[in-house]
């Protein structure tokens, strides 16, 4: 999400999947300490992403970097520009030796101490940032002390590849890190690609996989009511992506994208020196995040989109300005829902124009400028006259009604969820859910079709019900049928896309299983049934390295 004052980028969920897609009966996780819970309704979510803004903290670091220019021929203000300069960029090699080879300097263990920060090294962090009286140093020894506390939990795993680091709990964190892995390495590959870049960009990236929220918090220094009120289910600062359990959520969150997300973040930071805009690097990160996994630039869920066909109507804009404040200052979800869409929408449509290297060379403008030069040289035009282009191509060709089928914006305390259940409705789907206990599973499919019928908007939690019990009845097909003719959006309810990958298995169409048990999976990663139907479609397909890896999966879960 957006870039904190010390150049982090936040990530926010957009949607909430459930973890078995039953809250009905209470079936979702708890969230770990720390973490804010559900309420409990259909659809609803706890918080939470890719996809920053201010704090009070590092006020003072703003101070330091954009104060007053020091005079022309002193050796020290120029040393310190060369630094703060390479900080911004997260630029390691340039602030070693700046450090080794220049002359020293009263502000050294400072510097030094930030060095040992990016590098990961903390116990010498806290010690030279201990023994500093720069406010910029007051500002990270919080971060880092808190960091050493967290990492006390954690263990350590490298990706078969040395490229990416995981820190995470022990025990049952473990099920992610081979999708975290999975992604990381094809985002990596991807991003790197388009960016016109030919290896990687040096030490393995650091990913931190937090317990909760409140370790969230300790670990970036960001306020815990921040990361509530916005949602932020993940941090990329200080040369490291901080992210927190998916069972921190009592319905998971889609992790894999998270981190492609944050890797665009990554690389936008060490490609442009520091220099790339908030609401740039928040428009590619999310136009790029499901694009690791072949989907669309530019793709974002239904309830983003009909956000912004809503803004598009009513001519509601965020603009570019507000967004530069970071998406943390926006104050409601839906908000940042829709400054999400609106860049993704933007960078989709900007390379749709300019070309698929229209992002690289945007950045590298950047990395030797500022964003009006870089844009004027790139598109012919300054951002915001290139994104008023935009909204007025936008505008010509708006729906004249946004879609009306279920969305979700699921966030803690923003009173934001899926429409609830009337009572004799939700009476009759708990009925249903009794029939399908005793095993009457055509019975309960009945009175759930009864209930679908008479709705004007199909409810997810009735679709999942009535597909799992047309799947349990033996009548795959039946669930499938359902699944297709109230085209809900499978991504945004993650358990319809579990209910398809399995009716898919039962009906012996295995290949075409894998995509809609993968989206399941990289919401939630414990579900040992999905394992097993996954490993099944991997085995018929030839994949014995894959199945075997999901037979193992399985016995991870809960």
């Given at each position: 999400m957006g870039r904190l004052h010390r150049t982090g980028l936040v990530a926010m969920v957009e949607s909430a999947p459930a973890r078995m897609g039953w809250p009905l009966e209470g079936s979702g996780r708890r969230a770990a300490s720390g973490a804010p819970r559900g309420r409990g309704r259909p659809g609803t979510r706890a918080r939470p992403r890719g996809r920053g803004g201010s704090i009070p903290l590092l006020a003072v670091f703003l101070a330091v970097l954009l104060g007053a220019q020091p005079g022309l021929g002193s050796p020290r203000p120029i040393r310190e520009t060369v630094l703060q300069t390479a900080f911004q960029g997260w630029d390691l090699s340039a602030m070693r030796r700046e450090l080794v080879g220049g002359p020293s300097g009263r502000d050294d263990v400072l510097w030094w101490g930030v060095l040992k920060l990016l590098e990961g090294d903390l116990p010498s962090a806290d010690h030279f940032l201990s023994r500093s009286r720069d406010p910029l140093a007051r500002s990270l020894l919080p971060v880092v002390r808190g960091s050493r506390e967290v990492a006390a939990g954690l263990v350590e795993a490298m990706s078969p590849g040395q490229r990416i680091r995981v820190i995470h709990p022990p025990g049952t964190a473990e099920a992610?890190?081979?999708?975290?892995?999975?992604?990381?390495d094809a985002a990596l590959d991807l991003f790197l690609d388009r960016l016109g870049v030919r290896e990687d960009p040096g030490e393995a990236l650091s990913v931190w996989l937090v317990p909760s929220f409140q370790d969230m918090a300790r670990v970036t220094g960001l306020e815990r009511s921040q990361l509530d009120a916005a949602g932020a289910v993940a941090v990329c600062d200080l040369r490291r992506v901080v992210m927190v359990t998916p069972d921190a959520l009592p319905w998971g969150y889609p992790y894999a994208d998270t981190l492609a997300h944050e890797i665009v973040h990554y690389l936008l930071t060490i490609r442009g020196g520091g220099r790339v805009p908030i609401w740039f690097q928040e428009g590619v990160a999310k136009a790029w995040e499901r694009s690791w996994r072949g989907r669309p630039v530019g793709e974002v869920g239904r309830t983003a989109a009909r956000l912004l066909d809503t803004a598009t109507l009513q001519r509601r804009w965020i603009p570019l300005d507000r967004i530069e404040k970071g998406?943390?200052?926006?104050?409601?979800?839906?908000?940042?829902?829709?400054a999400f869409a609106e860049l993704a929408a933007f960078m989709a449509w900007t390379t749709a124009r300019k070309g698929d290297d229209a992002v690289a060379r945007l950045v590298e403008e950047m990395r030797g400028g500022d964003a009006e030069i870089a844009f004027l040289r790139v598109v012919g035009a300054r951002p915001g006259e290139w994104f008023l282009a935009f909204l007025r191509e936008r505008e010509n060709r708006a729906p004249e009604v946004p879609d009306p089928r279920p969305g979700m914006v699921m966030r803690e305390g923003t009173g934001e969820s899926l429409s609830a259940l009337a009572p004799e409705v939700e009476a009759r789907v708990r009925l249903a859910d009794r029939l399908a206990g005793t095993q009457r599973f055509l019975?309960?499919?009945?009175?759930l079709r009864e209930v679908l019928a008479a709705m004007p908007v199909p409810h997810p939690e009735v679709v999942g019900r009535l597909a799992r019990v047309l799947r349990q009845g033996g009548r795959p097909e039946e669930a499938l049928a359902v699944l297709d003719q109230t085209a809900l959006d499978e991504e945004e309810f993650p358990w319809l896309a579990r209910e398809r990958g399995l009716a898919l298995v039962g009906a012996g169409r295995l290949p075409e299983a894998v995509d809609p048990l993968l989206v399941f999976v990289r919401t939630d990663p414990w579900e040992g049934e999905a394992h097993r139907a996954l490993a099944e479609a991997f085995r018929s397909m030839g994949h014995r390295d894959l199945a075997e890896r999901e037979d193992r999966l399985r016995e991870r879960g809960r």
């Open positions: 992610l890190l081979p999708y975290l892995f999975e992604a990381g998406l943390l200052s926006l104050g409601s979800s839906d908000a940042v829902q829709l019975s309960a499919a009945t009175l």
